[in-house]
Structure formats: C-alpha cells, structure tokens
C-alpha cells in the first residue's frame, strides 16, 4: 500500500461507512452498507491521480511478482468465482510470473483455508527452506 494515499481524504461522507466496514470487517459487513449513489463517492475536490496511478501498477497485466506466490481457489467460491481466478493466473504467468496455482474441488469461500491448509504450510516451509517453488503456470 502507498501511505501517501489516505482514502479518507478522498471520499465523501456519504462513503466513509464504506471504508471503515472495509478496515474492519469482511464482504458480508461491506454488503450491509448502505449503497452510495453515483457521484457521491469520492470528493469534488479530490486529487484522484495518485490513487489512479497506484491501482494502475497494481493491474495483474503490469505486475511481476518477486516473492513465491500460492493462489489457492475453491472450485465452487461464488465469492471469487474460478473463472476469475483463472484469468489472473494466465495473466500473471504471461509475464513470466512463477505462480502456484491450487484447486480445491468442492470448497465453496469459507473453505478454502481449511482445505489449503496443509498445501499452505507445505509451501511456506519450502520457501523458507529455499527449495524451488512449484510452477502451476
């Protein structure tokens, strides 16, 4: 995260429920906000450029991961749905990223950590062994 970008100063009002149920609480707390209407998210007087150059970097097509990375995915999350999933893995190993790339079959979101656990510890203990990570690219 960039610390120069503090997203209170951006927003209006009307929107700071939605930033501070995202600081504390999952979707399902996001969910019960009420919704914000157009136009009225962001400040009229908010410098957006530095919040739209950091999200730009952050596009999967321009980053290059530097550290190991696991995505474990739940073949029925209806929250982060495979499909997309599978088009940020293909975007990331386009760029030559070295992505390890899990499915647990029949996990829906909820369980996907407890599904991936042992996948999880089994990786990060390669990691800090230095043994080569698995390429699921």
Do not use: W
Not at 60 to 75: D, E, L, R, W
Not at 104 to 115: K, L
Not at 125 to 134: F, L
Request: hydrophobic letters at 35%.
């Amino acid at each position: 995260a960039d610390p120069s970008i503090r997203p209170e100063d951006l927003l209006t009002e009307q929107a700071r429920p939605l930033l501070d149920s995202a600081r504390t609480g999952c979707l399902d707390d996001i969910r019960r906000v009420p919704p914000v209407v157009d136009g009225q998210v962001f400040r009229a007087d908010a410098d957006l450029g530095p919040l739209t150059d950091y999200m730009t970097k952050q596009e999967p097509a321009a980053v290059k991961v530097v550290v190991p990375t696991m995505i474990a995915q739940s073949s029925t999350d209806a929250v982060v749905p495979k499909s997309g999933t599978d088009v940020l893995v293909d975007t990331l190993c386009a760029r030559g990223n070295q992505i390890d790339y899990r499915l647990y079959e029949g996990a829906d979101h909820r369980q996907t950590i407890g599904a991936s656990l042992s996948d999880i510890q089994s990786f990060v203990s390669a990691v800090e062994t230095g043994a080569p990570a698995a390429d699921g690219c």
